[in-house]
DNA sequence: AATATATATCGACTTTTTCCGATATACCAA
DNA sequence: TTGGTATATCGGAAAAAGTCGATATATATT
């Protein structure tokens, strides 16, 4: 995990929301049914109002920080959260920074 | 404590170095007696490698997202870690992020 | 194969950040 | 009060990030 990507990942509104929504997907996304595997972009894009580049642009983004996951399944990309990451950065910033 | 200007103030490889290196100031700043209130500008400048105003402007932004402190004494201006802010930082990501 | 849908990538433009040199301000010493 | 040193602020050029529309790719359906 790189520090300072992590940070960079961190440090845009719309993309620490998105962190947020996926904490509780079938709160925040109650149209999609079953959250094993996350939440599909599309859903996503919805929500944050942006458009559809921007949204699967920021994914990959948090996605290569490691603070989220993905999984292909037929025509959509589900993204979850990787909680290992924030445990990881959490130990970071005590020891590290 | 604002979450986007502490994760934004993180995400500067120089500025990461110089929280770092506050950790331990006698270690890395060997030339100046006394530590108790931290630092001056001119001995980070130094070692930072980068112009005066650069580093000035780096600590401001660090103090202003709350991960410094400074204290003016005489021409000097100290500059140390707030240890309370990075605990802070820590409950932000488990509970908020 | 043709079409439709979901996502990813590309190119462009705008805004923000990085980092500098020059200048201003604050304090000290003679 | 004059000059010296430390820090802060200002203005700008270059690089990076934000954000979009258009296009490409992958998968599903007919």
């Given at each position: 995990m790189n520090h300072l990507d992590v940070f960079k990942a961190l440090s845009n509104?719309?993309r620490?929301?998105?962190?947020?929504?996926?904490?509780?997907?079938?709160?925040?996304?109650?149209?999609?049914?079953?959250?094993?595997?996350?939440?599909?972009?599309?859903?996503?894009?919805?929500?944050?109002?942006?458009?559809?580049?921007?949204?699967?642009?920021?994914?990959?983004i948090l996605q290569r920080a490691g603070l989220?996951?993905?999984?292909?399944?037929?025509?959509?990309?589900?993204?979850?959260?990787?909680?290992?990451a924030?445990?990881e950065l959490?130990?970071i910033i005590?020891k590290d920074l």
């Amino acid at each position: 995990m790189n520090h300072l990507d992590v940070f960079k990942a961190l440090s845009n509104k719309a993309r620490l929301q998105i962190l947020q929504w996926l904490k509780d997907p079938e709160v925040h996304f109650p149209d999609q049914p079953g959250f094993e595997s996350g939440v599909c972009v599309g859903q996503i894009q919805q929500k944050a109002g942006l458009t559809q580049s921007t949204v699967s642009e920021y994914l990959s983004i948090l996605q290569r920080a490691g603070l989220i996951e993905s999984t292909r399944v037929g025509q959509w990309t589900y993204y979850r959260r990787n909680e290992k990451a924030f445990l990881e950065l959490t130990q970071i910033i005590q020891k590290d920074l």
